[in-house]
C-alpha cells in the first residue's frame, strides 16, 4: 500500500495553487510518469457551505487536461523551487485560479477567495500498487491582509 501524501501551504488570494510532491511506492521508491496510469484532480473549497461537493475536477484522459500524467510526474527528481531536503520533487501541478467557480454560478474569472481553505486531492493509480493520494490542503490569504 502507498502511503497518501500530504502538503500544507498558504497562498495569496486569486494566485495559482502550486503542488510539489515526492511520492514512494510501497518499498521506498520514488514514483515517476512511467508507473502511473491515471490521475484525477478534485478541489474543494473547505470553506464554503458544501465542503463535500468539488468546486473543479479534472481526469488525465481528458484532452486539454492540466493534469496530463507526463505534465504532472517527472521522470527524475528536480531541486527547482524545493525546500524540503536535498532529494527533490517527482510530482508537481499547478492550479490555475481561473479555473476555480468559487460561488458556483459560471464565474470562475474571481478564482480563489481570500480566508478560505482548500483541498486539492489527487487520486493516481499506479501500475502495480494501485490507488495512491497527494492530497494539498492551501490556506488562501486574502489581499486585503496583506
Not at 32 to 44: K, T
Not at 55 to 71: C, K, L, N, R, W
Request: proline share 5%.
Amino acid at each position: 500500500m502507498i502511503e497518501p501524501v500530504t502538503i500544507r501551504s498558504a497562498f495569496q488570494e486569486g494566485q495559482d495553487i502550486f503542488t510539489k510532491a515526492r511520492p514512494v511506492d510501497a518499498d521506498g521508491a520514488v514514483i515517476y510518469s512511467g508507473v502511473v496510469n491515471r490521475v484525477e484532480l478534485r478541489v474543494f473549497d473547505m470553506s464554503s457551505a458544501d465542503p463535500t461537493s468539488p468546486v473543479f475536477y479534472q481526469d488525465s484522459e481528458e484532452a486539454g487536461t492540466t493534469v496530463a500524467i507526463t505534465t504532472v510526474f517527472k521522470t527524475s527528481l528536480y531541486l527547482t523551487g524545493w525546500g524540503v531536503d536535498e532529494t527533490g520533487w517527482s510530482f508537481k501541478h499547478q492550479m490555475p485560479s481561473a479555473l476555480l467557480d468559487p460561488d458556483g454560478e459560471g464565474r470562475p474569472e474571481y478564482g480563489t477567495i481570500g480566508g478560505h481553505r482548500y483541498k486539492l486531492e489527487y487520486k493516481c493509480a499506479h501500475n502495480t500498487d494501485g490507488l495512491f493520494y497527494i492530497v494539498h490542503l492551501a490556506h488562501c490569504k486574502s489581499l486585503s491582509s496583506v
